[in-house]
Structure formats: C-alpha cells, structure tokens
C-alpha cells in the first residue's frame, strides 16, 4: 500500500498548480483521499477531502479555489489549486486511512 504525491513547484501568486497522489495497494482507490498541508514549524492543516462515496470536501480557506477530484482507472487523485496566494504556500501530503504519502513542496511567491 502507497501513496505517491507529486506535482509541487514554485508558482507566482494567482497562478495554479495540480497536484497528484498515486494509489497503490488499495481496491476504491481514490475513495477517502484526503489532502493536507504543512508549513514547518506549524501542525498539518487538513484541505481537502474526496469522500469514501466521492463527495468533495473543502476547508473554508481553500473552498472556491481548490478542486479535488480523482480517475478511479488510473488510481490517481488530483488537487488542482487555483488563485493561489502566498500562504498556501506548504509541503502538501495526500493520505488514505492512516497511510501517508510523501510530501510535494508548493511555494507560491508574491
């Protein structure tokens, strides 16, 4: 069982990046991903959720900006972030019941 997130980068303000997270080792594999974020020194700050029956979940400071979504056949789920500002800026983590994938770095300069 993996998760293998990728995707980050360096973006200007406003800009947009997708983030991917592969699933491994998993039947419903993109059902119950859940994103988060970690700015060092701070804790984890959940973001976005794909329900176990594939409802999108937001936290109020991504809502309206960020959508997560998932294709079952290629066993990947996405975070496409849009209008991104610099405190999105964060090591970004996918997760899947209490596995964790590694972390893609995403700074956003203004």
């Known amino acids: 069982v993996q998760l293998q997130a990728s995707g980050g980068g360096l973006v200007q303000a406003g800009g947009s990046l997708r983030l991917a997270c592969a699933v491994s080792?998993?039947?419903?594999?993109?059902?119950?991903i859940s994103w988060y974020r970690q700015v060092p020194g701070k804790e984890r700050e959940w973001v976005a959720a794909?329900?176990?029956?594939?409802?999108?979940t937001y936290a109020d400071s991504v809502k309206g900006r960020f959508t997560v979504s998932g294709d079952g056949a290629k066993n990947t789920a996405y975070l496409q972030m849009n209008s991104l500002k610099p405190e999105d800026t964060a090591v970004y983590y996918c997760?899947?019941?209490?596995?964790w994938g590694q972390g893609t770095l995403v700074t956003v300069s203004s």
């Open positions: 794909l329900t176990y029956d594939l409802r999108p």
């Open positions: 997760k899947k019941g209490v596995i």
């Open positions: 080792g998993y039947t419903n594999s993109i059902n119950g």
